[in-house]
């Protein structure tokens, strides 16, 4: 899954900043910029937390995470 396009297009349709998004999930600015640039994949539990808020947004994710795609 490429977390930091999903991140920013739930933070863009949430209509939050990366600060406010942050917040909503408990984690540092700092954590959510890495997150968009793709430095950082988010945690286990902030990656529960995305998902949900896709689901009640409408975005499309992609889950498949460790399959191979080869």
């Keep these: 899954m490429d977390y930091s396009k999903t991140i920013k297009k739930?933070?863009?349709?949430?209509?939050?900043?990366?600060?406010?998004?942050?917040?909503?999930?408990?984690?540092?600015?700092?954590?959510?910029?890495?997150?968009?640039n793709g430095h950082h994949d988010p945690t286990y539990k902030a990656?529960?937390?995305?998902?949900?808020?896709?689901?009640?947004?409408g975005i499309a994710i992609n889950t498949d995470e460790g399959k191979d795609n080869g």
Excluded at 28 to 34: D, I
Excluded at 48 to 53: D, K, N, T, W
């Design 47 to 57: 990656r529960r937390q995305i998902i949900s808020l896709c689901k009640k947004y």
């Design 10 to 36: 739930l933070r863009e349709a949430m209509v939050l900043s990366q600060q406010e998004f942050a917040e909503t999930l408990g984690v540092s600015f700092a954590t959510v910029n890495r997150w968009e």
